[in-house]
């Protein structure tokens, strides 16, 4: 439960944009010591809810994620990727990859 926590605290703020614009409106030496300070502050919330929150209480992920795949969904990804694949054909790779960020 921690580490989940952390990186939930950590990931959003950590990024190359969110990491920009922090330098923009509050300077480079506060964009440089946000990564540190998330960490930290990360760090110590999963040592936190670590220590608060018993492990039993918790459901095994691992458990719940396991089961057996139908043939439906063995074609429904081999169809996915067939797709994806004919997608970066008829495009390129470089088009393909740039059309990713758009919305």
Do not use: D, K
Request: hydrophobic residues 55%.
């Amino acid at each position: 439960m921690g580490a989940a926590l952390a990186w939930v605290l950590v990931a959003g703020g950590s990024g190359p944009v969110t990491i920009g614009a922090f330098r923009e409106h509050a300077g480079p030496r506060a964009a440089r010591t946000l990564p540190v300070v998330l960490v930290l502050v990360g760090a110590a919330a999963g040592w936190v809810a670590n220590a608060l929150i018993p492990r039993g209480s918790v459901p095994e992920i691992h458990g719940l994620a396991r089961h057996a795949h139908t043939p439906v969904e063995w074609v429904s990804a081999a169809l996915l990727v067939l797709l994806v694949a004919a997608s970066v054909v008829r495009q390129g790779p470089r088009r393909w990859f740039g059309t990713l960020g758009s919305a």
